[in-house]
C-alpha cells in the first residue's frame, strides 16, 4: 500500500505513516480520500477497497426493510456507512455497513461521528473482506459492547445473527433464503432473506 503524503501538516515526531500500532484517529483524519475504506483497530490501520455492486444492492435492501420496521417504531437512528464510529480505547475509527442507535443511547451521536458502541452492527460479506469481519471485527464488537452483529453473506444469501452475552457472541441462528430474519434487539421484526437476496 502507498500513502500520498499528507496535505495537512504533522506534528508528531515519528515518520510518515505512522507504525502499525500508533495509528490515531488524527493520524486516518489525514488520509487522502482516494475511494478506499480505511478503519483503524488497535492502533492498526486496515484498508479494504471499494464495496463490490453486490455488496451495496444487499445493503439498500436492508435499509429498506429496517426503515420500514422503524417508521412503525419511532427513535433511535439507523445509519449507513461511511459513518465514523470511535471506539475509545479499541479502534479510532471503524465503520460499519450499518448500524443502529437506540433512543435512549443517542448521546453518542457527535456531529461527525459515533462516540461509542452502536448497539447494532451489520456487515456485509465481501471477498476481501469477509475474514476481516468474521475475526477481526467480531472480537471488536464483543470486545466494545456492540449487543447484535449481523454478518450477511450474498452468496450464500443467509443472515447469520449474533448477541452478546457477557463479553462474547453467541449465535442466535444463521437464516437461510427461506427464513424470516428475527432480532433479539428488534422486537416483532420479521423480513424475508429471501427479499433481502433478491436485489443482489
Same mark, same amino acid.
Given at each position: 500500500?502507498?500513502?500520498?503524503?499528507?496535505?495537512?501538516?504533522?506534528?508528531?515526531?515519528?515518520?510518515?505513516?505512522?507504525?502499525?500500532?500508533?495509528w490515531t484517529y488524527a493520524d486516518y483524519a489525514r488520509l487522502p480520500d482516494n475511494?478506499?475504506?480505511?478503519?483503524?483497530?488497535?492502533?492498526?490501520?486496515?484498508?479494504?477497497?471499494?464495496?463490490?455492486?453486490?455488496?451495496?444492492?444487499?445493503?439498500?435492501?436492508?435499509?429498506?426493510?429496517?426503515?420500514?420496521?422503524?417508521?412503525?417504531?419511532? !427513535?433511535?437512528?439507523?445509519?449507513?456507512?461511511?459513518?465514523?464510529?470511535?471506539?475509545?480505547? %479499541?479502534? &479510532?475509527?471503524?465503520? $460499519? *455497513? +450499518?448500524?443502529?442507535?437506540?433512543?435512549?443511547?443517542?448521546?453518542?451521536?457527535?456531529?461527525?461521528?459515533?462516540?461509542?458502541?452502536?448497539?447494532?452492527?451489520?456487515?456485509?460479506?465481501?471477498?476481501?473482506?469477509?475474514?476481516?469481519?468474521?475475526?477481526t471485527k467480531f472480537q471488536l464488537y464483543a470486545e466494545a459492547g456492540v449487543r447484535?452483529?449481523?454478518?450477511?453473506?450474498?452468496?450464500?444469501?443467509?443472515?447469520?445473527?449474533?448477541?452478546?452475552? !457477557?463479553?462474547?457472541?453467541?449465535?442466535?441462528?444463521?437464516?437461510?433464503?427461506?427464513?424470516? %430474519?428475527? &432480532?433479539?434487539?428488534? $422486537? *416483532? +421484526?420479521?423480513?424475508?432473506?429471501?427479499?433481502?437476496?433478491?436485489?443482489?
Amino acid at each position: 500500500m502507498t500513502l500520498q503524503t499528507p496535505t495537512k501538516p504533522i506534528t508528531r515526531k515519528h515518520r510518515w505513516p505512522p507504525p502499525q500500532g500508533e495509528w490515531t484517529y488524527a493520524d486516518y483524519a489525514r488520509l487522502p480520500d482516494n475511494h478506499f475504506r480505511y478503519e483503524v483497530i488497535h492502533g492498526e490501520l486496515h484498508m479494504s477497497p471499494a464495496p463490490t455492486i453486490q455488496h451495496q444492492r444487499i445493503i439498500y435492501a436492508l435499509i429498506k426493510y429496517l426503515a420500514q420496521y422503524f417508521d412503525k417504531r419511532p !427513535g433511535g437512528e439507523l445509519l449507513p456507512a461511511p459513518v465514523d464510529v470511535n471506539l475509545p480505547r %479499541l479502534a &479510532s475509527p471503524v465503520q $460499519p *455497513d +450499518l448500524l443502529y442507535i437506540t433512543q435512549e443511547r443517542l448521546h453518542i451521536l457527535a456531529k461527525q461521528t459515533v462516540e461509542g458502541a452502536p448497539d447494532l452492527v451489520i456487515e456485509v460479506l465481501s471477498p476481501g473482506t469477509a475474514q476481516y469481519d468474521r475475526t477481526t471485527k467480531f472480537q471488536l464488537y464483543a470486545e466494545a459492547g456492540v449487543r447484535e452483529y449481523w454478518l450477511a453473506d450474498p452468496d450464500a444469501c443467509a443472515i447469520e445473527v449474533y448477541v452478546l452475552r !457477557g463479553h462474547a457472541y453467541a449465535l442466535l441462528a444463521q437464516f437461510q433464503q427461506d427464513d424470516i %430474519l428475527t &432480532s433479539e434487539l428488534l $422486537p *416483532d +421484526l420479521a423480513i424475508a432473506v429471501r427479499d433481502i437476496c433478491s436485489h443482489s
